[in-house]
T-cell receptor, first 114, second 113 residues
Framework: DAGVIQSPRHEVTEMGQEVTLRCKPISGHDYLFWYRQTMMRGLELLIYFNNNVPIDDSGMPEDRFSAKMPNASFSTLKIQPSEPRDSAVYFC????????????FGQGTRLTVV | KQEVTQIPAALSVPEGENLVLNCSFTDSAIYNLQWFRQDPGKGLTSLLLIQSSQREQTSGRLNASLDKSSGRSTLYIAASQPGDSATYLC????????????FGKGTTLSVSS
């Protein structure tokens, strides 16, 4: 398996624009996580899914952020409208089964909002 | 609320030295603990996963220990090499199946040749 695949790797956008980040989890994994990493706050969980259903979205900063998982092999994280403070690296991770298993991370999307 | 702390934030050592990275967590009721490595501009690579019932895990030159009762884990790196230079993150999963990882802010290691 190619691992968790995220796209794009880098995104530069202007404030106010819509941004969509994409993630393909490892085939067969039933948990998918979205994290955000900044220098100040480190890695923070935004939302996670189990079998395509959102389980905990308490980390989503505000209504400008939304995430979907239409099927087991694809998820999106959308920011609309984007703001400079959204600039960060966004990671997607997946795991098989519950909490006893390893989480595998994608390479991340570096988002810059100018 | 579970908090994960890693000390020191940065560490510089000469090649060949054995070293220990520390991770502490405030709530001992964890499900497991995972150590990751992150290279600059890259994603996270899983190094070791320790279940709550285990005391340690080993992989090559790496050994991770877990003391749940005291809320601590250590990552021991033997005979460090310049290629070990990276940021090392520990993360805990709470005592509930399927919950997400809670991360420390990491220790940035620099190994000089």
């Amino acid at each position: 398996d190619a691992g968790v695949i995220q796209s794009p790797r880098h995104e530069v956008t202007e404030m106010g624009q819509e941004v969509t980040l994409r993630c393909k989890p490892i085939s067969g994994h039933d948990y998918l996580f979205w994290y955000r990493q900044t220098m100040m706050r480190g890695l923070e969980l935004l939302i996670y899914f189990n079998n395509n259903v959102p389980i905990d979205d308490s980390g989503m900063p505000e209504d400008r952020f939304s995430a979907k998982m239409p099927n087991a092999s694809f998820s999106t994280l959308k920011i609309q409208p984007s703001e400079p403070r959204d600039s960060a690296v966004y990671f997607c991770a997946s795991s098989l089964g519950g909490g006893g298993t390893e989480a595998f991370f994608g390479q991340g999307t570096r988002l810059t909002v100018v | 609320k579970q908090e994960v702390t890693q000390i020191p934030a940065a560490l510089s050592v000469p090649e060949g030295e054995n070293l220990v990275l520390n991770c502490s967590f405030t709530d001992s009721a964890i499900y497991n603990l995972q150590w990751f490595r992150q290279d600059p501009g890259k994603g996270l690579t899983s190094l070791l996963l320790i279940q709550s019932s285990q005391r340690e895990q080993t992989s090559g030159r790496l050994n991770a220990s877990l003391d749940k009762s005291s809320g601590r884990s250590t990552l021991y790196i033997a005979a460090s090499q310049p290629g070990d230079s990276a940021t090392y993150l520990c993360a805990v999963r709470l005592n509930q199946a399927g919950t997400a990882l809670i991360f420390g802010k990491g220790t940035t290691l620099s190994v000089s040749s």
